[in-house]
């Protein structure tokens, strides 16, 4: 076996990486591949297609190949930026941020090195509010950062969380407060409180457990509900203390972004 060059592939996904990988299924409005020497697509989908809910969310793979390791980074960066997919969020932000930082540019990144030093949550994702229906637009926020003893207060675009709605799991971690990239990660932050009491879905997709009733008591951070997309599973947080007052979806239950799931009064 001779070994000649180095090939990266990427898997874009339709997943938004903004708000921990949450799937992002939806219709293709646009999609225009790369093309040059030494690039590949292996794509399942086309424009006008719709990634559904209830498969896989692979939209893709990207596949370059170079003489060295650093030109077969390089030509991917390139591909990455030709390519256009709208309409859905997807991971090309996600694989921008990793082949252009540093650590792994120099190979110094480990199997651990994503979950411990890289935070994605600072991205934004490549889709607009205009592209994928029913997301809000990015807002600016401002979050204290401690590096090395001292804090900053630093100013980041970040899309909203819908009202009344937490993620949280090992598949859609809440989302921490950002860091540089390059910190060490300080672990995923439960959901917070101060919600109105209405919990919406989050994306689209089947409720596949109840876990509260009407009359129920429950905390902030509490799991009420699972919604499962894509083959993930997701749990419904609480975001406010109080009483079930109604529950509007049943177990087997087909939801959209947006939709009223449960409510909690005082």
Same mark, same amino acid.
């Given at each position: ?11 874009? %996904?339709?997943? %938004? ?5 949450? &799937?992002? &299924?939806?219709?293709?409005?646009? +999609?225009? +591949? ?10 399942? @989908? ?6 559904? /809910? @209830? @498969?896989?969310?692979? #939209? ?20 990455? =930026? ?39 949550? #600072?991205?934004?994702? /490549?889709?607009? *509010?205009? =592209?994928?229906?029913? $997301? ?18 630093? $100013?980041?675009?970040?899309? &909203? ?9 090992? =598949?859609?971690? *809440? ?16 959901? *917070?409180? !101060?919600?109105?009491?209405?919990? $919406?879905?989050?994306? /689209?997709?089947?409720? #596949?457990?109840?876990?509260? !009733?009407? !009359?129920?008591?429950?905390? #902030?951070? =509490? ?10 599973? %997701? ?16 177990? !087997? ?14």
């Amino acid at each position: 076996i001779e070994r000649r060059g180095h090939a990266i592939e990427c898997r874009i %996904n339709a997943e %938004n990486a903004a708000r921990g990988f949450l &799937p992002s &299924p939806g219709t293709i409005t646009r +999609l225009r +591949l790369p093309s040059g020497p030494w690039v590949r697509w292996d794509g399942g @989908y086309e424009e006008g297609d719709t990634v559904s /809910q @209830y @498969y896989d969310n692979l #939209v893709g793979k990207l596949i370059v190949w170079g003489p060295d390791r650093d030109a077969a980074r390089h030509r991917m960066i390139r591909a990455l =930026q030709e390519l256009e997919i709208e309409g859905i969020h997807t991971t090309v932000p996600a694989h921008l941020m990793l082949l252009t930082h540093a650590d792994f540019a120099d190979a110094r990144h480990s199997t651990r090195w994503l979950e411990e030093h890289v935070d994605t949550s #600072v991205l934004v994702s /490549q889709a607009s *509010a205009a =592209q994928v229906p029913g $997301t809000p637009e990015a807002e600016p926020t401002t979050v204290p950062v401690e590096v090395d003893g001292r804090r900053f207060r630093v $100013t980041v675009w970040l899309p &909203p969380t819908p009202a009344g709605a937490g993620v949280a799991g090992p =598949q859609a971690p *809440a989302r921490p407060a950002p860091k540089p990239v390059g910190a060490r990660r300080a672990g995923p932050l439960g959901s *917070a409180g !101060g919600g109105d009491g209405r919990i $919406t879905a989050p994306m /689209q997709g089947t409720i #596949v457990k109840v876990l509260v !009733g009407p !009359g129920d008591e429950v905390e #902030v951070g =509490q799991r009420v509900l699972v919604l499962e997309a894509m083959k993930m599973e %997701n749990s419904i947080t609480a975001e406010t203390a109080g009483v079930v007052t109604a529950v509007h979806v049943a177990e !087997g239950a087909t939801v959209s972004t947006g939709d009223l799931l449960l409510e909690i009064g005082d």
